[in-house]
Protein backbone atom coordinates (compact mmCIF):
# COMPACT_ATOMS: atom_id res chain seq x y z
CA UNK A 1 0.00 0.00 0.00
CA UNK A 2 1.56 3.14 -1.10
CA UNK A 3 1.85 6.10 1.88
CA UNK A 4 -0.43 7.99 0.23
CA UNK A 5 -3.26 5.87 0.54
CA UNK A 6 -2.09 5.03 3.86
CA UNK A 7 -2.86 9.07 4.71
CA UNK A 8 -5.47 8.91 3.14
CA UNK A 9 -7.13 6.04 5.58
CA UNK A 10 -5.15 7.74 8.43
CA UNK A 11 -7.61 10.85 7.54
CA UNK A 12 -10.69 8.71 7.75
CA UNK A 13 -10.47 6.68 10.61
CA UNK A 14 -8.43 8.81 13.50
CA UNK A 15 -11.23 11.05 14.94
CA UNK A 16 -10.72 15.11 14.74
CA UNK A 17 -7.68 13.99 12.39
CA UNK A 18 -7.19 16.53 9.51
CA UNK A 19 -4.79 15.33 7.44
CA UNK A 20 -4.17 15.35 3.57
CA UNK A 21 -1.91 12.94 1.37
CA UNK A 22 2.04 14.19 2.01
CA UNK A 23 4.37 13.85 -1.12
CA UNK A 24 8.06 13.33 -0.42
CA UNK A 25 9.23 15.00 -3.70
CA UNK A 26 9.92 19.11 -4.54
CA UNK A 27 10.09 20.09 -7.87
CA UNK A 28 13.11 23.07 -7.28
CA UNK A 29 16.00 23.39 -5.09
CA UNK A 30 15.47 25.84 -2.45
CA UNK A 31 18.44 28.25 -3.92
CA UNK A 32 17.00 27.74 -7.38
CA UNK A 33 13.63 29.53 -5.73
CA UNK A 34 16.25 32.83 -6.87
CA UNK A 35 15.41 32.90 -9.82
CA UNK A 36 11.51 32.99 -10.05
CA UNK A 37 10.35 35.45 -12.63
CA UNK A 38 7.21 36.85 -10.28
CA UNK A 39 5.38 40.25 -11.32
CA UNK A 40 6.88 43.53 -9.49
CA UNK A 41 8.98 41.72 -7.77
CA UNK A 42 12.46 43.50 -7.49
CA UNK A 43 14.51 40.74 -5.92
CA UNK A 44 14.23 36.81 -4.55
CA UNK A 45 16.87 35.48 -2.42
CA UNK A 46 16.06 31.68 -1.73
CA UNK A 47 18.74 29.34 0.85
CA UNK A 48 18.24 26.72 2.68
CA UNK A 49 18.25 26.54 6.69
CA UNK A 50 19.43 23.30 7.90
CA UNK A 51 17.96 23.47 11.57
CA UNK A 52 18.83 24.74 14.20
CA UNK A 53 19.28 28.31 15.88
CA UNK A 54 17.60 30.85 13.34
CA UNK A 55 18.43 34.47 13.86
CA UNK A 56 16.35 36.55 12.50
CA UNK A 57 17.96 39.71 10.47
CA UNK A 58 17.89 43.51 11.49
CA UNK A 59 15.32 45.37 9.68
CA UNK A 60 16.39 48.63 7.75
CA UNK A 61 17.04 51.84 9.93
CA UNK A 62 17.66 49.80 12.92
CA UNK A 63 20.82 50.68 14.61
CA UNK A 64 22.65 47.78 16.38
CA UNK A 65 24.28 48.38 20.02
CA UNK A 66 26.42 46.05 22.05
CA UNK A 67 23.74 46.09 24.32
CA UNK A 68 21.13 45.32 21.69
CA UNK A 69 23.19 44.05 18.17
CA UNK A 70 19.33 42.31 17.26
CA UNK A 71 15.99 43.35 17.13
CA UNK A 72 14.61 40.02 17.12
CA UNK A 73 15.96 37.44 19.95
CA UNK A 74 17.47 34.15 18.40
CA UNK A 75 15.14 31.51 17.89
CA UNK A 76 16.06 28.37 19.06
CA UNK A 77 14.82 24.43 17.64
CA UNK A 78 13.81 25.19 14.28
CA UNK A 79 13.55 21.88 12.01
CA UNK A 80 15.07 22.52 8.58
CA UNK A 81 13.69 24.61 5.72
CA UNK A 82 13.86 27.16 3.13
CA UNK A 83 14.11 30.42 3.41
CA UNK A 84 12.77 32.55 0.35
CA UNK A 85 13.04 36.84 0.83
CA UNK A 86 10.70 38.17 -1.66
CA UNK A 87 10.77 42.17 -2.01
CA UNK A 88 7.79 43.93 -3.55
CA UNK A 89 8.02 46.85 -5.51
CA UNK A 90 8.72 49.57 -4.12
CA UNK A 91 9.61 48.24 -0.96
CA UNK A 92 7.83 45.49 0.68
CA UNK A 93 9.73 42.83 2.21
CA UNK A 94 7.67 39.04 2.47
CA UNK A 95 9.22 36.82 4.23
CA UNK A 96 8.16 32.65 3.12
CA UNK A 97 9.70 29.75 5.61
CA UNK A 98 8.60 26.68 3.58
CA UNK A 99 9.38 22.96 5.31
CA UNK A 100 10.88 20.07 3.54
CA UNK A 101 8.71 18.32 1.07
CA UNK A 102 8.41 15.56 3.88
CA UNK A 103 7.49 17.68 6.58
CA UNK A 104 4.60 19.99 4.66
CA UNK A 105 0.91 19.54 5.68
CA UNK A 106 0.02 20.34 2.32
CA UNK A 107 -1.28 23.55 3.97
CA UNK A 108 -0.67 27.79 3.60
CA UNK A 109 -0.48 29.84 6.93
CA UNK A 110 -0.25 33.72 6.28
CA UNK A 111 0.54 35.31 9.50
CA UNK A 112 -0.29 38.97 10.48
CA UNK A 113 1.76 41.67 12.18
CA UNK A 114 0.69 44.36 14.79
CA UNK A 115 0.66 48.24 14.99
CA UNK A 116 2.09 50.25 12.14
CA UNK A 117 4.11 46.82 11.54
CA UNK A 118 7.59 47.71 10.07
CA UNK A 119 8.76 44.27 10.60
CA UNK A 120 8.51 40.49 10.15
CA UNK A 121 6.50 38.61 12.67
CA UNK A 122 9.35 35.78 12.81
CA UNK A 123 8.19 33.89 15.78
CA UNK A 124 4.46 33.53 14.29
CA UNK A 125 6.75 32.50 10.89
CA UNK A 126 8.21 29.92 13.39
CA UNK A 127 5.42 28.19 15.10
CA UNK A 128 3.56 27.70 11.76
CA UNK A 129 6.50 26.36 10.38
CA UNK A 130 7.08 23.95 13.07
CA UNK A 131 3.54 22.54 12.91
CA UNK A 132 4.21 21.66 9.08
CA UNK A 133 2.53 24.79 7.38
CA UNK A 134 4.37 26.40 4.45
CA UNK A 135 4.23 30.52 6.24
CA UNK A 136 4.92 33.99 5.09
CA UNK A 137 5.00 37.45 6.84
CA UNK A 138 5.02 40.67 5.62
CA UNK A 139 6.58 44.11 6.78
CA UNK A 140 3.80 45.80 5.13
CA UNK A 141 6.31 48.08 3.04
CA UNK A 142 8.35 50.26 5.33
CA UNK A 143 10.60 49.81 8.47
CA UNK A 144 9.36 50.29 11.93
CA UNK A 145 13.10 51.67 12.18
CA UNK A 146 12.60 54.27 9.81
CA UNK A 147 14.16 57.76 10.43
CA UNK A 148 11.57 60.35 11.59
CA UNK A 149 8.93 57.47 12.37
CA UNK A 150 7.38 58.53 15.20
CA UNK A 151 6.58 57.53 18.31
CA UNK A 152 5.24 54.40 16.91
CA UNK A 153 6.63 53.93 13.35
CA UNK A 154 3.09 55.34 12.00
CA UNK A 155 5.55 58.37 10.35
CA UNK A 156 6.21 56.00 7.09
CA UNK A 157 2.45 57.92 6.36
CA UNK A 158 4.02 61.44 5.79
CA UNK A 159 6.70 62.73 3.19
CA UNK A 160 9.00 64.48 5.15
CA UNK A 161 10.47 67.02 4.41
CA UNK A 162 7.15 67.98 2.26
CA UNK A 163 4.60 66.95 4.93
CA UNK A 164 1.84 65.51 2.22
CA UNK A 165 0.58 62.14 2.14
CA UNK A 166 2.29 58.98 1.26
CA UNK A 167 -0.61 57.57 -0.39
CA UNK A 168 1.83 54.59 -1.88
CA UNK A 169 3.14 53.63 1.15
CA UNK A 170 -0.11 53.69 3.47
CA UNK A 171 -2.08 51.79 0.82
CA UNK A 172 0.72 49.69 1.37
CA UNK A 173 0.58 49.31 4.82
CA UNK A 174 -3.15 48.92 4.70
CA UNK A 175 -3.93 46.30 2.10
CA UNK A 176 -1.75 45.51 -0.99
CA UNK A 177 1.33 44.04 1.09
CA UNK A 178 -1.48 41.43 2.37
CA UNK A 179 -2.54 40.36 -1.04
CA UNK A 180 0.92 40.73 -2.44
CA UNK A 181 1.98 38.12 0.80
CA UNK A 182 -0.55 35.63 -0.64
CA UNK A 183 -0.11 35.95 -4.22
CA UNK A 184 4.00 35.52 -4.05
CA UNK A 185 3.94 33.08 -1.06
CA UNK A 186 1.58 30.62 -3.06
CA UNK A 187 4.16 31.07 -6.21
CA UNK A 188 7.19 30.06 -4.07
CA UNK A 189 5.23 26.95 -2.58
CA UNK A 190 4.34 25.55 -5.82
CA UNK A 191 7.58 25.89 -7.68
CA UNK A 192 9.20 24.22 -4.29
CA UNK A 193 6.93 21.80 -3.65
CA UNK A 194 5.13 20.97 -8.00
CA UNK A 195 1.72 21.65 -6.10
CA UNK A 196 -0.50 24.52 -4.69
CA UNK A 197 -1.31 23.91 -1.25
CA UNK A 198 -4.63 22.54 -0.53
CA UNK A 199 -5.85 24.83 1.76
CA UNK A 200 -4.47 28.70 2.83
CA UNK A 201 -5.35 30.31 6.34
CA UNK A 202 -4.61 33.53 7.44
CA UNK A 203 -3.64 34.22 11.50
CA UNK A 204 -3.37 37.02 13.63
CA UNK A 205 -4.68 39.02 16.23
CA UNK A 206 -4.66 43.53 16.64
CA UNK A 207 -2.82 44.80 12.87
CA UNK A 208 -3.04 40.94 12.34
CA UNK A 209 -6.77 40.57 12.52
CA UNK A 210 -7.20 43.86 10.59
CA UNK A 211 -5.35 42.51 8.06
CA UNK A 212 -7.51 38.85 8.27
CA UNK A 213 -10.75 41.27 8.07
CA UNK A 214 -9.04 43.46 4.56
CA UNK A 215 -8.14 40.06 2.94
CA UNK A 216 -11.63 38.74 3.96
CA UNK A 217 -13.25 41.65 2.07
CA UNK A 218 -10.63 43.14 -0.86
CA UNK A 219 -9.28 39.37 -1.61
CA UNK A 220 -11.47 36.98 -0.59
CA UNK A 221 -10.72 34.05 -2.52
CA UNK A 222 -6.86 34.11 -0.81
CA UNK A 223 -7.36 32.25 1.87
CA UNK A 224 -10.17 29.68 2.56
CA UNK A 225 -10.26 30.36 6.50
CA UNK A 226 -9.56 33.24 8.32
CA UNK A 227 -8.66 33.67 12.19
CA UNK A 228 -8.92 37.61 13.34
CA UNK A 229 -8.10 38.44 16.54
CA UNK A 230 -9.12 41.73 18.45
CA UNK A 231 -9.02 42.95 14.89
CA UNK A 232 -7.76 46.66 14.39
CA UNK A 233 -10.79 47.27 11.88
CA UNK A 234 -12.57 50.42 12.22
CA UNK A 235 -9.11 51.96 11.76
CA UNK A 236 -10.03 55.35 11.07
CA UNK A 237 -12.55 55.67 13.63
CA UNK A 238 -11.10 53.33 16.57
CA UNK A 239 -7.14 55.00 16.25
CA UNK A 240 -8.61 58.52 16.53
CA UNK A 241 -10.27 57.37 19.96
CA UNK A 242 -7.64 55.73 21.39
CA UNK A 243 -6.57 59.55 22.23
CA UNK A 244 -9.94 60.62 23.56
CA UNK A 245 -8.95 59.39 26.95
CA UNK A 246 -6.33 62.02 26.88
CA UNK A 247 -7.66 64.48 25.73
CA UNK A 248 -10.41 64.42 28.30
CA UNK A 249 -8.01 64.02 31.21
CA UNK A 250 -5.53 67.27 29.57
CA UNK A 251 -8.69 69.47 29.27
CA UNK A 252 -11.06 68.20 32.72
CA UNK A 253 -8.65 67.65 34.83
CA UNK A 254 -5.52 69.33 33.67
CA UNK A 255 -3.38 66.43 33.76
CA UNK A 256 -3.29 62.33 33.82
CA UNK A 257 -5.45 60.88 36.51
CA UNK A 258 -3.14 58.98 38.91
CA UNK A 259 -2.63 54.89 38.25
CA UNK A 260 -4.20 54.35 41.61
CA UNK A 261 -6.63 55.91 41.08
CA UNK A 262 -7.65 54.13 37.71
CA UNK A 263 -7.00 51.13 39.46
CA UNK A 264 -9.74 51.74 41.80
CA UNK A 265 -12.17 53.38 39.31
CA UNK A 266 -11.17 50.05 37.36
CA UNK A 267 -11.86 47.89 40.66
CA UNK A 268 -15.07 49.62 41.75
CA UNK A 269 -17.10 49.10 38.18
CA UNK A 270 -16.65 45.13 38.95
CA UNK A 271 -17.37 45.55 42.60
CA UNK A 272 -20.52 47.02 41.60
CA UNK A 273 -21.55 44.77 38.17
CA UNK A 274 -19.72 41.23 38.56
CA UNK A 275 -22.24 38.48 38.81
CA UNK A 276 -25.38 40.64 37.51
CA UNK A 277 -24.39 40.12 33.96
CA UNK A 278 -24.63 36.45 33.85
CA UNK A 279 -20.95 35.57 35.61
CA UNK A 280 -20.46 34.20 39.02
CA UNK A 281 -20.29 37.34 41.97
CA UNK A 282 -17.12 35.92 42.60
CA UNK A 283 -15.33 36.38 38.91
CA UNK A 284 -12.34 39.07 38.95
CA UNK A 285 -13.91 40.08 35.83
CA UNK A 286 -17.27 41.01 33.80
CA UNK A 287 -18.78 39.19 31.96
CA UNK A 288 -20.72 41.18 29.39
CA UNK A 289 -19.01 44.92 30.61
CA UNK A 290 -22.40 46.72 28.36
CA UNK A 291 -24.82 45.53 31.42
CA UNK A 292 -22.78 47.44 33.42
CA UNK A 293 -23.94 51.10 34.35
CA UNK A 294 -21.59 52.19 37.67
CA UNK A 295 -21.70 55.75 37.77
CA UNK A 296 -18.55 57.05 39.28
CA UNK A 297 -20.10 60.69 39.72
CA UNK A 298 -22.67 59.40 42.23
CA UNK A 299 -20.35 59.59 45.04
CA UNK A 300 -16.69 59.77 43.84
CA UNK A 301 -15.31 59.98 47.21
CA UNK A 302 -16.18 56.23 47.98
CA UNK A 303 -13.87 55.60 44.76
CA UNK A 304 -11.31 57.97 45.96
CA UNK A 305 -11.64 60.40 43.11
CA UNK A 306 -12.44 63.72 42.83
CA UNK A 307 -15.75 64.86 41.57
CA UNK A 308 -13.71 65.61 38.46
CA UNK A 309 -11.70 62.90 37.73
CA UNK A 310 -15.01 60.83 38.77
CA UNK A 311 -16.35 63.00 35.45
CA UNK A 312 -13.25 62.19 33.00
CA UNK A 313 -13.48 58.41 33.85
CA UNK A 314 -17.33 58.29 33.35
CA UNK A 315 -16.58 60.32 29.39
CA UNK A 316 -13.48 57.83 28.98
CA UNK A 317 -16.20 54.76 29.46
CA UNK A 318 -18.58 55.83 27.45
CA UNK A 319 -16.88 57.24 24.21
CA UNK A 320 -16.46 60.75 22.67
CA UNK A 321 -20.13 62.59 21.64
CA UNK A 322 -20.35 64.76 19.39
CA UNK A 323 -22.01 68.31 20.45
CA UNK A 324 -25.29 66.65 19.20
CA UNK A 325 -24.96 64.08 22.46
CA UNK A 326 -24.34 61.36 19.71
CA UNK A 327 -21.43 59.43 20.33
CA UNK A 328 -18.91 58.37 17.41
CA UNK A 329 -17.12 55.77 18.74
CA UNK A 330 -16.93 53.08 21.72
CA UNK A 331 -14.94 54.13 24.57
CA UNK A 332 -13.38 51.61 27.57
CA UNK A 333 -15.43 48.91 28.73
CA UNK A 334 -15.76 49.54 32.45
CA UNK A 335 -13.85 47.10 34.43
CA UNK A 336 -11.21 47.24 31.88
CA UNK A 337 -7.61 48.29 33.20
CA UNK A 338 -7.60 52.05 31.96
CA UNK A 339 -3.72 52.88 31.62
CA UNK A 340 -3.21 51.78 28.19
CA UNK A 341 -5.16 54.64 26.75
CA UNK A 342 -5.64 56.75 30.36
CA UNK A 343 -1.99 56.65 31.21
CA UNK A 344 0.85 59.16 32.01
CA UNK A 345 1.24 59.55 27.95
CA UNK A 346 -0.92 59.04 24.85
CA UNK A 347 -0.56 55.58 23.37
CA UNK A 348 1.76 56.24 20.62
CA UNK A 349 -0.07 54.63 17.99
CA UNK A 350 -2.52 56.97 18.51
CA UNK A 351 -0.57 59.85 18.91
CA UNK A 352 1.57 59.29 15.70
CA UNK A 353 -1.69 59.40 13.72
CA UNK A 354 -2.56 63.04 14.73
CA UNK A 355 1.00 64.01 13.99
CA UNK A 356 1.64 61.84 10.67
CA UNK A 357 -1.83 61.20 9.38
CA UNK A 358 -4.45 63.72 10.36
CA UNK A 359 -2.27 67.31 10.90
CA UNK A 360 1.02 65.84 8.51
CA UNK A 361 2.88 67.90 10.64
CA UNK A 362 6.07 66.08 12.89
CA UNK A 363 5.89 68.92 15.18
CA UNK A 364 1.96 68.85 16.21
CA UNK A 365 1.20 68.87 20.07
CA UNK A 366 -1.71 66.71 20.36
CA UNK A 367 -2.48 68.89 23.58
CA UNK A 368 -3.76 71.27 21.42
CA UNK A 369 -6.41 69.13 20.58
CA UNK A 370 -9.63 69.74 22.76
CA UNK A 371 -12.59 67.41 23.18
CA UNK A 372 -14.67 70.07 20.64
CA UNK A 373 -11.96 69.74 18.27
CA UNK A 374 -11.52 66.38 18.49
CA UNK A 375 -14.23 65.92 16.35
CA UNK A 376 -12.98 67.62 13.40
CA UNK A 377 -10.02 65.35 13.83
CA UNK A 378 -12.24 62.67 14.01
CA UNK A 379 -14.60 63.37 10.66
CA UNK A 380 -11.50 64.11 8.73
CA UNK A 381 -10.02 60.78 9.62
CA UNK A 382 -13.00 59.45 8.20
CA UNK A 383 -13.04 61.19 4.66
CA UNK A 384 -9.34 60.52 4.33
CA UNK A 385 -8.91 57.10 5.37
CA UNK A 386 -12.02 54.97 5.52
CA UNK A 387 -11.68 53.46 1.91
CA UNK A 388 -8.14 52.54 2.50
CA UNK A 389 -7.65 51.51 5.85
CA UNK A 390 -10.97 51.52 7.82
CA UNK A 391 -11.51 47.59 6.96
CA UNK A 392 -15.01 48.34 7.58
CA UNK A 393 -16.98 47.00 4.51
CA UNK A 394 -19.74 44.84 5.19
CA UNK A 395 -20.62 43.31 2.07
CA UNK A 396 -18.90 40.56 2.20
CA UNK A 397 -20.52 38.40 -1.20
CA UNK A 398 -17.23 37.55 -2.62
CA UNK A 399 -15.94 35.73 1.01
CA UNK A 400 -19.26 34.03 0.79
CA UNK A 401 -19.24 32.97 -2.82
CA UNK A 402 -15.61 31.93 -2.52
CA UNK A 403 -16.57 29.41 0.68
CA UNK A 404 -14.08 30.90 3.27
CA UNK A 405 -14.93 30.65 6.69
CA UNK A 406 -13.99 33.26 9.33
CA UNK A 407 -13.52 33.19 13.48
CA UNK A 408 -13.11 36.16 14.89
CA UNK A 409 -12.44 36.56 19.07
CA UNK A 410 -12.72 40.16 20.93
CA UNK A 411 -11.51 40.48 25.15
CA UNK A 412 -14.00 42.27 26.94
CA UNK A 413 -10.76 43.76 28.76
CA UNK A 414 -9.01 44.50 25.75
CA UNK A 415 -7.25 47.72 26.91
CA UNK A 416 -6.83 49.22 23.54
CA UNK A 417 -8.71 48.18 20.66
CA UNK A 418 -12.56 48.56 21.48
CA UNK A 419 -14.13 45.41 21.54
CA UNK A 420 -17.67 46.65 21.10
CA UNK A 421 -16.39 48.21 17.38
CA UNK A 422 -16.23 43.85 16.47
CA UNK A 423 -20.06 43.49 18.37
CA UNK A 424 -20.76 46.74 15.95
CA UNK A 425 -19.38 44.69 12.97
CA UNK A 426 -21.02 41.64 13.40
CA UNK A 427 -24.59 43.80 13.31
CA UNK A 428 -23.82 45.27 10.39
CA UNK A 429 -23.41 42.35 8.85
CA UNK A 430 -26.59 40.42 10.61
CA UNK A 431 -28.66 43.18 9.29
CA UNK A 432 -27.20 42.80 5.99
CA UNK A 433 -27.30 39.11 5.67
CA UNK A 434 -29.51 37.65 8.62
CA UNK A 435 -27.69 36.64 11.60
CA UNK A 436 -28.25 32.34 10.31
CA UNK A 437 -26.94 32.90 7.48
CA UNK A 438 -23.29 35.18 8.82
CA UNK A 439 -23.34 32.05 10.98
CA UNK A 440 -23.06 30.37 8.11
CA UNK A 441 -19.27 31.76 7.17
CA UNK A 442 -18.50 34.16 10.02
CA UNK A 443 -18.68 33.81 13.99
CA UNK A 444 -17.74 35.67 16.88
CA UNK A 445 -16.34 34.79 20.21
CA UNK A 446 -16.07 37.24 22.80
CA UNK A 447 -14.05 36.72 25.66
CA UNK A 448 -14.60 38.16 29.51
CA UNK A 449 -11.82 39.23 31.55
CA UNK A 450 -9.55 39.18 28.13
CA UNK A 451 -7.19 41.82 27.30
CA UNK A 452 -5.23 42.71 24.07
CA UNK A 453 -5.21 39.26 22.18
CA UNK A 454 -4.68 37.56 25.67
CA UNK A 455 -3.68 38.07 29.12
CA UNK A 456 -6.20 39.86 31.94
CA UNK A 457 -8.09 37.97 34.64
CA UNK A 458 -10.82 35.80 32.64
CA UNK A 459 -10.41 32.36 30.92
CA UNK A 460 -8.17 33.63 27.84
CA UNK A 461 -6.46 30.53 26.24
CA UNK A 462 -7.40 29.22 23.26
CA UNK A 463 -5.03 28.17 20.77
CA UNK A 464 -4.20 32.21 20.80
CA UNK A 465 -0.62 31.93 22.14
CA UNK A 466 -0.46 29.88 25.36
CA UNK A 467 -0.56 25.77 24.94
CA UNK A 468 -3.90 23.84 25.15
CA UNK A 469 -4.82 20.76 24.10
CA UNK A 470 -4.51 20.33 20.63
CA UNK A 471 -8.33 19.41 19.82
CA UNK A 472 -11.38 22.00 17.98
CA UNK A 473 -13.23 22.46 21.70
CA UNK A 474 -10.06 24.42 23.35
CA UNK A 475 -8.03 25.56 20.02
CA UNK A 476 -9.73 28.09 17.96
CA UNK A 477 -7.49 27.92 14.83
CA UNK A 478 -7.95 23.66 15.23
CA UNK A 479 -11.63 24.48 15.38
CA UNK A 480 -11.38 26.34 12.15
CA UNK A 481 -9.58 23.70 10.18
CA UNK A 482 -12.29 21.45 11.26
CA UNK A 483 -14.79 24.15 9.72
CA UNK A 484 -13.06 24.58 6.59
CA UNK A 485 -12.00 20.86 5.68
CA UNK A 486 -14.84 19.20 7.69
CA UNK A 487 -17.93 21.17 7.39
CA UNK A 488 -17.90 21.39 11.26
CA UNK A 489 -18.81 24.68 12.41
CA UNK A 490 -17.46 25.74 15.88
CA UNK A 491 -20.12 26.61 18.71
CA UNK A 492 -18.12 26.85 22.06
CA UNK A 493 -14.89 27.03 23.18
CA UNK A 494 -13.58 25.27 25.95
CA UNK A 495 -10.67 28.07 27.16
CA UNK A 496 -8.23 28.11 29.71
CA UNK A 497 -6.94 29.98 32.73
CA UNK A 498 -3.83 29.41 34.21
CA UNK A 499 -2.60 30.52 37.41
CA UNK A 500 -1.35 33.84 36.80
CA UNK A 501 -1.17 33.65 33.25
CA UNK A 502 1.61 30.86 33.59
CA UNK A 503 0.88 27.57 32.30
CA UNK A 504 3.93 25.89 34.15
CA UNK A 505 1.89 27.30 37.62
CA UNK A 506 -1.40 25.12 36.68
CA UNK A 507 -4.74 25.49 35.78
CA UNK A 508 -6.84 27.79 37.86
CA UNK A 509 -9.87 27.10 35.65
CA UNK A 510 -11.86 26.07 32.47
CA UNK A 511 -15.17 28.25 31.03
CA UNK A 512 -16.67 28.17 27.95
CA UNK A 513 -16.54 31.07 25.12
CA UNK A 514 -19.56 30.73 23.42
CA UNK A 515 -20.48 32.39 19.44
CA UNK A 516 -22.06 35.75 20.30
CA UNK A 517 -24.43 36.83 20.82
CA UNK A 518 -24.74 34.40 23.69
CA UNK A 519 -23.02 33.96 26.94
CA UNK A 520 -22.06 30.95 29.23
CA UNK A 521 -24.15 30.70 32.29
CA UNK A 522 -23.04 27.95 35.37
CA UNK A 523 -25.81 24.99 35.89
CA UNK A 524 -25.85 25.70 39.32
CA UNK A 525 -24.30 22.27 40.33
CA UNK A 526 -21.02 21.21 40.47
CA UNK A 527 -17.45 22.97 40.43
CA UNK A 528 -17.48 26.34 39.08
CA UNK A 529 -14.09 25.88 37.71
CA UNK A 530 -15.00 23.39 35.17
CA UNK A 531 -16.35 24.34 31.75
CA UNK A 532 -18.55 21.18 31.88
CA UNK A 533 -20.65 22.90 34.56
CA UNK A 534 -21.73 25.79 32.17
CA UNK A 535 -23.80 26.01 29.51
CA UNK A 536 -24.10 28.89 26.29
CA UNK A 537 -27.66 30.92 26.56
CA UNK A 538 -29.14 33.96 24.73
CA UNK A 539 -28.22 37.06 26.84
CA UNK A 540 -31.71 38.33 27.41
CA UNK A 541 -32.29 41.88 25.63
CA UNK A 542 -31.99 44.77 27.90
CA UNK A 543 -31.63 48.59 26.89
CA UNK A 544 -28.46 49.30 28.70
CA UNK A 545 -26.89 46.43 25.95
CA UNK A 546 -29.27 48.58 23.15
CA UNK A 547 -27.51 51.81 24.64
CA UNK A 548 -23.98 50.72 24.86
CA UNK A 549 -24.40 49.59 20.98
CA UNK A 550 -25.20 52.37 19.62
CA UNK A 551 -22.64 54.68 17.72
CA UNK A 552 -22.96 56.64 14.34
CA UNK A 553 -22.11 55.22 11.12
CA UNK A 554 -18.93 55.64 9.37
CA UNK A 555 -19.02 59.86 7.76
CA UNK A 556 -15.78 58.36 5.63
CA UNK A 557 -16.72 59.00 2.02
CA UNK A 558 -16.77 55.84 -0.12
CA UNK A 559 -14.72 57.06 -3.69
CA UNK A 560 -13.84 60.30 -1.91
CA UNK A 561 -10.96 61.50 -5.36
CA UNK A 562 -8.32 62.18 -2.62
CA UNK A 563 -7.65 58.82 -1.74
CA UNK A 564 -6.94 55.85 -3.56
CA UNK A 565 -9.78 53.39 -1.56
CA UNK A 566 -12.24 51.64 -2.94
CA UNK A 567 -15.93 51.80 -2.08
CA UNK A 568 -18.61 48.81 -1.65
Same mark, same amino acid.
Given at each position: ?108 ? %??? #? =? @?? $? ?6 ? &???? +???? !? ?15 ? %??? #? =? @?? $? ?6 ? &???? +???? !? ?395
Amino acid at each position: MSTRIKNLILATLLPGAIAVPVSHATAATCESLSGLSLSEVVSIEAMSFPGGTFQPPNPSGFVPTVTQPFVSAPIAGLPAFCEVSIVVAPQINIEVWLPLAGAWNHRFK %GVG #G =G @GY $AGTISWSA &LATA +LEAG !FATASTDTGHSAFAPNN %GAS #G =G @GF $ALNQPADT &LNWG +LIVD !FAQRSEHQLAVKAKAAIEAFFDEAPVFSYWTGCSTGGRQGWIEAQRHPSDYDGILAGAPAMNWDRFIPAELWPQIVMHEEVGAPIAASKLNAATSAAIAACVGKDGGLATDAYLSDPRLCRFDPTVNPAAVGLTATEAGAIKKIWDGPRNGRGERVWFGLAPGTPLAGLAGSSPFPIAQDHFVYWLHQNPAFDWHTVTESSFFTDFHKSEVLFENVVGTDRSNLNGFIRHGTKLIGYHGWADVLIFPAGSVNYFARLWERYGREDVDQFARLFMVPGMGHCGGGTGANAFGNGLPVPADAQHDAFIALQQWVEHGVAPEQFIATKYVNNKPASGVAFTRLLCKFPQVARYSGTGATTDAANWSCVDQPASPAIEEADQVLPDHGARGNSDNPGQGD
